[in-house]
């Protein structure tokens, strides 16, 4: 498809709202998690899953998704991936019981994993090339801006409960939903892939090594980041003595510092900054930071001060992989599936970060994720490396 002239801005912000609407699914839950164990009577090993089911689902379904989208079009999966979410909540806000709960979180994952898919695919199409940088690096945002805003819920849920913050997003993204299909302009993309070209389009992008490149190197930085995130609430009240109240803003404000790094991306970018510098330079300052937050040796306003850092500089790392996606993609056709690869390496990531600091943590204190969070995200910097000399298609 040829780009236009013009960016379709009021298509992009749509977009980057929608991600944002989803993302909040991802916040919601570890701030609504004691309310849930103590109505369901779930140990923290079954209430795990209420967390994690969300980025399995695109771990698993990431790709594939991406050649759904190509074939049926952001335009038409955008809203449906909305509405898919919004049913799920509905279903969990009435749930009698865990089984019924994480049955309706398989569907918020789902349609998750089609929005996170489909909205970049809509600005990639929506954008003239000379605005794609920014464009980027604002729907970059949309996953710690969503999370931060919807963890800034927590003083309501003794007022609501669980369940009144559940049915009240089904509401919300069910109007969004219906915003989408009604605003979003037809030049935004119906598809038109032929249903067996679907696999031949998907073991095209996995045969190419930019996609795969980008999608293992998001993976390394979601390592990072969801098991910092995931755990910096214990972490709080374990080293520096706070509430959870206390601590759950706090979290919130490391997700929200991610955001100044987000919105950084597109001016580097612009600037002629090359893709791989912010990656390799956000990699080295998540080790390089994971190394002070962990040590007991490290004055705990510091620690603090370098999850900020962590977050903040990691934050350029998002723009630059997400916004690889159209040149690398193996043609214009494919971005969806690129995208939906490199979404797929992202939660493999959020699924493994946790279960792998977690353990480690169990058996030899905080200090044992500092080699870990810095050893994976060196790893992601050397494959930054190997990217800068792949060959863009065409």
Known sequence: MTPPVRTDWPAVLLAVGAGVAAAFQVGKAPIALPFIRAELGLDL?????????????GAIAGGAMGSVVTRLGPRR??????????????AGGLAPSQGFLLASRVAEGIGLTVVVIAAPALITVATSPQDRHTA???????????????MMAAPLLPLIGWRGLWLGMAAFLACYALLAWIRLPASTGHGGSSPSRLWHDLLRTVSSPGPVLLAVIFACYTTAYIALTGFLPTLLIERMGVTPGQAGMMTA????????????TGPLLRWGVPR???IILANITIAASAIGIFSPATPVPLAYALCLVFSAVGGLLPGCVLGGAPPYAPDSR???VTLGLIMQG???G???????????????????AAPLLAGVTLTGAALTLVLRRVRLPG
Do not use: D, E, K, Y
Request: neutral net charge; contains cysteine; proline residues 6%.
């Open 45 to 57: 090993s079954a209430a795990s899953w209420i967390l994690s089911m969300l980025a399995l689902m």
């Open 77 to 90: 999966l955008l809203p449906a991936g909305l509405a898919l979410i919004a049913f799920g909540s509905l």
């Open 136 to 150: 980027f690096g604002l729907w970059a945002c949309f996953m710690p801006f969503g999370m931060a805003v919807s």
């Open 253 to 264: 404000a490391v997700a929200a510092a991610n955001i100044v790094g987000n919105l950084a």
């Open 276 to 278: 791989w510098v912010p």
């Open 334 to 336: 494919l971005v969806p």
């Open 346 to 348: 992202s939660n493999i």
């Open 350 to 368: 959020q699924v493994t970060g946790p279960v792998v600091v977690g353990a480690a943590v169990a058996w030899w204190g905080w200090s044992a």
